[in-house]
């Protein structure tokens, strides 16, 4: 896969992200309760994308958070192809942004 940029990773996975974590924190969130942190850092990213406009965000710490409540986005075994799909596309976003 080519390397994004930031904003290429957003235009392709912000919006399907947006849809897919409130579904997955609310199928999983019980068996899998760091998902909810997932979900909240998730939110912060956007958010703090947003408001910076056309700034790139400082995302540092919520990346970093993320790796570590996903041990470097790793899948659980009993989950559903739409949580893959979130840790496989804040995976791609992560990269894009520390570039």
Known sequence: MA???FNEAKAQNFE????????VL???????????EV???WDQI?????????????LDAEFTQLRAVTSDYTVPGDVCESYEAVYNMLEVVDAAYQG
């Open 39 to 41: 979900k909240a850092l």
């Open 46 to 58: 956007a958010d703090k994308t947003e408001a910076a406009g056309d700034a790139t965000p400082d």
């Open 3 to 5: 390397n994004l940029t």
């Open 16 to 23: 399907k992200l947006a849809l897919f974590t409130p579904v």
């Open 26 to 36: 609310r199928v999983h969130g019980k068996n899998h309760p760091e998902f909810a």
